[in-house]
């Protein structure tokens, strides 16, 4: 079973960037995910991570301090699977 959920995804000016936000993330045990930037999001590559709204201010001090460059952070509505 699916439904939508608010999820923040934040976006990034190139590719490089996000993937230096997966690395940051996974080595620093941070939650989300990459994923493709959705439809409703503007970005200037086709990047994003995801995770919940509620983790919107420790991910931006993070990638800030590791210099990470960010493009937004957006909250839509995405499609989950519930269990």
Avoid: H, N, Q, Y
Avoid at 8 to 26: K, R
Avoid at 31 to 54: N, Q
Avoid at 73 to 79: G, R
């Amino acid at each position: 079973m699916r439904e939508k959920r608010p999820a923040l995804v934040i976006t990034f000016p190139t590719t490089a960037a996000a993937m230096g936000c997966e690395t940051l993330c996974i080595e620093r045990g941070l939650p989300g995910r990459t994923i493709p930037v959705p439809g409703e999001v503007a970005a200037g590559c086709g990047l994003a991570w995801k995770a919940l709204p509620s983790e919107e201010d420790l991910l931006r001090g993070e990638l800030a301090a590791a210099g990470v460059p960010t493009e937004g952070f957006t909250v839509i509505d995405m499609w989950e699977v519930v269990r």
